[in-house]
């Protein structure tokens, strides 16, 4: 199986998407509560950066209460939390599975499991309705037995024989886990096995008796982001104190880590690392631990498989003679390029309209799943024996304005693949087939939560500020009235050159649409939608450019009668959430409601507070005078002024974040409601769930009603 050494690897798996023990949060102590005499100016709420301090607790829950009270005690919401939580708990959704040795392994949550099993299966039981699944751990169980409020966080198992795995748990739900050694045979943790204490760490195997291990090894040893900051190897049966060190990054890298492509034939070391969430080094360690650069841009994205290198970089790249575009995928052989070669097959170029939206390898193939106006198509190519060319040929076609998505199963073995196609208005179906073999064949599909026959689903394009042309969907009825009536809720993200692509939502069904809702997808710059360009267009000093763009796809719906301002609402997490951030500052006037989740708000201090350093690269550093000149124009904390007209609000967050962590919301929630005198202000934040601000689907399925209740409570109340 190919292993990926893209410099996003490692944030990543901790952030994406993504990010010691819960970090402390790197800020000067807590001041007291703010006095009338202060100015607008100080930042007279840095007391609520005391995360488990009692006062800020008690703030929380205080306004824990007032939230609840409004909008989580009807009969309305329960019935809506209720209907909510049957879609995240019904036993007929698909238990997507990944394949480890000869089994299928899935990771299942619903009612009687709120935490969750890890089960597995054979391949000719999977294709069953009704799978004969064998227990491998049951978190709920684990958790009861040792007082600990576990949430997973994934298995590593070491190849080929895959017996022995590390487990990654959270306590709470945070991005810092535990690390235990788990043997799939017996079905138990390792008697002295390895084990790592709670802390970000990175652990990949080398063979039975070795790790690369990085993590919290004491001061020092983590970079200012937070993760790991050394790479070490580690032997079993020798302590952590012990273990040699092999490459060390700097305090101000993002991350570094090392690892071993276990691939039969093709094993090899590699280091990595990431100097910001772009840019990266990636280095082939030999058996006497000297260092070989691979020699690629630093923003360029690597990957190896078998005899393979995949390099695809984000600016235009000049060599061997030739430039090769931004955001294009080429191949070479891994041995040629590290020899001084650099031929290139282009195996894929952008145009105006396309992007890569990701690659797969099987045993013999690549998958690439490409974006044409942020919908799929999917394309097999076939590298040479010898001497000789790519082969390429279509994979399948996808119903309009669906997506549809490819991956190897196990590139070791054979070349197996699964098949996702969802809409927003279709069911997910899952397909499985043999590439060579005929065609996919479906084997499992997601049941209807909503009864879609008198919605649709349609794409439009709009020109912002600058003239860009930026898509959006829009999904709601089919006889939908243009008489600007409709409650409509407008989401987006616009960072991390993350796209936001058609799939279905039960929950979004049953608790918007099915009510005459109105739902809309904006795919605005700072994401991935048309590659790396349409990510850069919204980068540092051009992040207004992503919120021009959200402001005109609300202005259009407006303009084309699908709603009015009192009928529009937002939604936004995490980087979403500085988008809603942005909405109340500078766009107050388009917006009748806005739910602000997990956000980043506070651009002056989100470097000091929890994994921000890491997002550098994406905002800026505020601590460089010339930076902060054009960040503090989109850091709605600073920008919130005395006599605004903001919309109705609701902040939601975790206190378990150890991402961007729970003190910005609860900082911008008390600035808005104490400094300004603010009533339509509300906050809520839950315990468990760190980044995600759910550890389970009773969570969840509170805090989407939440959200919706908020949303359709102020979206119907006014007359368009």
Not at 297 to 313: C, F, G, I, T, Y
Not at 398 to 418: K, M, N, Q, R, V
Not at 437 to 460: H, L, N, T, V
Not at 603 to 615: I, P, V
């Amino acid at each position: 199986m190919a292993l990926s050494i893209a410099p996003r690897a490692l944030a990543l798996a901790a952030f994406l998407l993504a990010g010691c023990a819960p970090v402390a949060q790197k800020t000067t102590a807590p001041a007291a509560p703010h006095d009338k005499n202060e100015t607008m100016n100080e930042d007279r709420y840095l007391w609520l950066e005391d995360i488990h301090g009692e006062k800020p607790l008690a703030w929380v829950q205080a306004e824990n209460a007032v939230t609840e009270k409004a909008y989580a005690g009807s009969p309305a919401f329960e019935t809506m939390r209720t209907r909510l939580l049957e879609v995240l708990d019904s036993d007929a959704k698909i238990p997507f599975v990944s394949k480890i040795g000869d089994r299928y392994y899935n990771f299942w949550k619903d009612k009687d499991h709120p935490r969750g099993l890890w089960r597995r299966t054979t391949l000719a039981e999977y294709r069953k309705d009704h799978p004969a699944w064998e227990t491998v751990l049951d978190l709920d169980a684990l958790g009861k037995a040792e007082g600990k409020s576990w949430v997973w966080q994934g298995a590593q198992c070491l190849r080929p024989d895959n017996r022995r795995c590390l487990l990654l748990l959270s306590p709470g739900g945070g991005d810092a886990n535990v690390v235990r050694e788990f043997d799939l045979v017996t079905r138990e943790f390792v008697k002295g096995g390895f084990e790592l204490p709670e802390a970000k760490s990175q652990v990949t195997w080398i063979d039975a008796d070795h790790l690369y291990v990085g993590t919290d090894f004491g001061p020092g040893s983590m970079t200012q982001s937070s993760y790991p900051r050394l790479a070490k190897e580690w032997k079993r049966g020798t302590p952590l104190s012990s273990a040699k060190l092999v490459y060390e990054g700097k305090n101000e890298d993002l991350a570094v880590f090392a690892y071993r492509d276990l691939t039969p034939g093709f094993e090899r070391d590699f280091i990595v690392r990431t100097i910001d969430f772009y840019t990266s080094e990636t280095f082939v360690r030999g058996k006497d631990g000297t260092l070989t650069k691979i020699d690629v841009p630093l923003d360029a994205n690597v990957d190896s498989h078998r005899e393979w290198l995949l390099v695809q970089p984000r600016t235009a790249w000049k060599v061997g003679g030739r430039t090769y575009a931004s955001g294009s995928l080429l191949a070479a052989r891994f041995d040629d390029f590290m020899a001084g070669r650099r031929d290139f097959t282009v195996l894929f170029e952008p145009t105006e309209t396309t992007s890569l939206s990701g690659s797969s390898w099987t045993r013999h193939h690549l998958i690439l799943n490409v974006l044409h106006d942020v919908v799929s198509q999917l394309e097999v190519l076939t590298p040479p024996e010898g001497a000789g060319e790519w082969q390429r040929a279509p994979l399948g076609g996808a119903p309009a304005l669906s997506t549809i998505e490819a991956g190897g199963i196990d590139a070791d073995a054979g070349d197996d693949y699964f098949l996702t196609v969802s809409g927003f208005l279709d069911p997910t179906t899952l397909y499985h087939g043999t590439l060579g073999k005929g065609e996919a064949k479906p084997i499992k599909r997601a049941p209807a939560f909503f009864d879609a026959s008198k919605m649709q689903a349609k794409q439009y394009f709009v020109n912002s500020k600058d003239g860009t042309r930026v898509p959006y969907f829009v999904i709601g009825p089919k006889d939908m009235a243009l008489d600007g009536s409709h409650p409509t809720l407008l989401y987006g993200y616009g960072g991390f050159e993350v796209s936001l692509q058609p799939s279905y939502s039960g929950g979004i069904g049953r608790a918007w649409l099915e009510r005459g809702g109105v739902y809309v997808i904006a795919n605005i710059r700072g994401g991935g939608e048309y590659g790396p360009r349409w990510h850069q267009a919204a980068l540092k000093a051009n992040r207004p450019r992503a919120y021009e763009d959200f402001a005109a796809v609300a202005e259009d719906l407006v303009k084309r009668g699908i709603t009015s301002r009192s009928r529009l609402g937002a939604e936004g997490g995490s980087n979403g959430g500085l988008l809603m951030g942005n909405m109340l500052t500078l766009y107050p006037q388009l917006f009748g409601a806005i739910v602000c989740e997990v956000p980043l708000l506070d651009m002056q201090r989100y470097t000091k507070l929890s994994a921000g350093a890491s997002w550098i690269a994406e905002y800026g550093d505020p601590d460089k005078p010339e930076e902060w000149a054009y960040i503090q124009k989109f850091s709605p904390y600073r920008n919130i002024e005395k006599g605004m007209d903001t919309p109705p609000v609701l902040f939601y967050t975790a206190t378990s974040d150890d991402r961007v962590g729970p003190v910005q919301a609860r900082k911008m929630a008390a600035k808005m409601k104490e400094q300004l005198g603010y009533t339509n202000v509300w906050f809520y934040e839950n315990t468990e769930g760190g980044h995600g601000a759910a550890a389970d689907n009773r969570q969840s399925a509170f805090m989407r009603a939440l959200s919706y209740s908020f949303l359709w409570d102020h979206l119907t109340q006014a007359r368009p």
